[in-house]
């Protein structure tokens, strides 16, 4: 099943404007990553933030992270049309101490940006 | 540096067929995931492979199997194949693994259809 939900489930913005996509999470995590997905390719990771970590900074990317209420936020500043693509944030947290830990990918979000 | 190749890229099969999918990680990484992707239910993890050891299971049946080999290749095995076994399957690799799982690093994917 998955760890986090994202919303919106899709976006639709011109260029210039800026995104913002929000993940919630059910579990304690270790951290968070962010990765982006052009349709039907790899995966490309953007950010990871750390537990105790509130905020980074990444070019045009913002990631915040609420432990408290369990959900973080990705904001594309100035986007263009080539940030078309869908989103997705995954958590980790951890099994057992030193042991195997895995991502956990959310629902994504399909941003479209239009010229 | 290479990045993570999977092959084959595209293949079909029919139902009670078996396919392999291979992956070769980035050099220097010892730990590969595994990831099926489907518009249903989006990134679901498969397993993870340390140092020729599976590490991490997901909740998928037995007709879906690993390996890793000492050059930290790994293959994939599906067995007795299903309509719904119709996915992109999603391998990563990266440096670590356990409790500092960071960065994970993508191929392009194997796209399955089972007719």
């Known amino acids: 099943s998955q760890q986090g939900e994202e919303d919106p489930q899709a976006l639709s913005i011109q260029e210039g404007e800026n995104a913002t996509m929000n993940c919630s999470y059910k579990?304690?995590?270790?951290?968070l990553q962010w990765y982006r997905q052009n349709s039907g390719r790899g995966l490309v990771h953007l950010i990871l933030i750390r537990s105790n970590e509130r905020e980074k900074h990444s070019g045009r990317l913002r990631v915040t992270l609420d432990t408290s209420k369990k959900s973080s936020s990705l904001l594309i500043t100035a986007s263009r049309a080539a940030d078309t693509a869908s989103y997705f944030c995954a958590t980790v947290h951890v099994i057992n101490t030193g042991t195997a830990s895995k991502l956990t990918f959310g629902t994504g979000t399909r941003l479209q940006v239009t010229l | 540096k290479a990045g993570v190749t999977q092959t084959p890229r595209y293949l079909i099969k029919t139902r009670g067929q078996q396919v392999t999918l291979s992956c070769s990680p980035i050099?220097?990484?010892?730990?590969v995931s595994w990831y099926q992707q489907t518009p249903g239910q989006g990134l679901q993890f498969l397993f993870e492979y340390f140092s020729e050891t599976q590490r991490n299971k997901g909740n998928f049946p037995g007709r879906f199997s690993g390996r890793q080999f000492s050059n930290s290749r790994s293959e994939m095995n599906v067995s007795t194949l299903e309509l719904g076994d119709s996915a992109l399957y999603l391998c990563?690799?990266?440096?670590?693994?356990?409790?500092?799982?960071?960065?994970?690093?993508f191929g392009e994917g194997s796209r399955l259809t089972v007719l």
């Open positions: 990563a690799s990266s440096v670590e693994q356990g409790a500092n799982t960071g960065e994970l690093f």
């Open positions: 579990t304690s995590i270790n951290n």
């Open positions: 050099s220097g990484h010892r730990s």
